[in-house]
């Protein structure tokens, strides 16, 4: 077993268990750990991004759209911006959307909203970007805009996509922003981002994989794949695990933290999909998971800069009192 130590001063704090699982050429290459089966969270924005772009009709967009549409955004004033284009392009509103208000994850622009006298709204969800290409399928489907049932016709095309990406037919449970979730082994999420990796290396040989699920989508992970990985501040957020590591890459990877301490990556030039799995669902210590995958499945393809916070626990002073470290243990 591989676990994540917390540490506080002299003693360990806590302890949590992880699971890393790689797939390339439509097997699993490596693990780390013992894979669970775990729910996808946000970790399945992409592949739900590119079901609502089929609904559309694969209008040509700028890929910030995109980015932001596969976000678990900040909601900092760019993303926000963003967010609103995008429900104004299909003649959709802030009242529309289904995600329900919550503060901006990012501090200063949560304590901004509140000095000019606003209040949050469903704009500020970390979600609102998938919600607002949601609202907008809708809308050109002339399905029902409330589009967050299981047997919505939306999330059943979602259902039945990812089922096919993943290789397994999923459970299906309520996410945070009230539209379906998935729950899968940890393998087959990976096996999914495998998909995404290998629609961005090459549209053409990803059809294949991608357009089981409907034609064309090899060409909107691609698109997606690379709008996320080109544009990974309005994927994640200033100062966030994802960002950061995307920011220390060698090589292009799109990445993506799911809620629960789960966190996905597509590395075209490897053909590889990965994901990591946080036991205790803890995401502040996804870092040196993140990283030990990286190492272990992909070296080379990333490098630890020398700032690093995610190895460090501080007090709200700012001082590190204590750290977070890989430590293998005997199984």
Known sequence: MTRIVQTRGPGIEAEHAFA??????????????????????????????ATALHALGDPQLQPEWLAVGAASHSAEPKHVG?????????GNKVADLRCAPHPPAHDLSASAVLRAGGVFSDLHNNCSGK??????????????????????????????????????????????CGVPTFHLPLGAIARSWWVIAEAM??????????????????????????????????????GRLDLAVVQAAR???????????????????????IAIKIETGVTDVLGPAV?????TF?????????AWPWGEVRNVAGRVVGGIALQPTKA
Request: hydrophobic share 50%; with cysteine.
């Open 20 to 49: 890393a699982v790689a797939c390339h050429d439509n097997r699993i290459v490596g693990q780390l750990g013992v894979p669970l089966s775990t729910f996808f969270r946000s970790a399945a924005k992409p592949l739900q991004l």
């Open 201 to 238: 290396r090459d549209i053409d040989q990803a059809g294949a994989l991608a357009d089981v699920a409907a034609p064309g989508m090899g060409r909107r992970l691609h698109t997606i794949g690379w709008a996320m990985a080109r544009h990974s501040e309005l994927t994640s957020g200033t």
């Open 251 to 273: 090589e292009p990877m799109a990445v993506k933290v799911g809620a629960m301490g789960l966190f996905c990556l597509a590395l075209p030039q490897r053909r590889l999909g």
């Open 291 to 295: 990283e030990a995958a990286l190492a």
């Open 298 to 306: 992909a070296p080379g393809a990333w490098q630890r800069p020398e």
């Open 82 to 90: 963003l967010v609103e284009a995008i429900l104004a392009h299909w």
């Open 131 to 176: 919600h607002a290409f949601m609202l907008a399928a809708c809308r050109a489907q002339g399905w029902a805009l409330d589009y967050r049932a299981a047997d919505h016709p939306l999330q059943v095309r979602n259902r039945l996509a990812i089922a096919l990406w993943c290789g397994a037919e999923p459970a299906v449970g309520v996410d945070g």
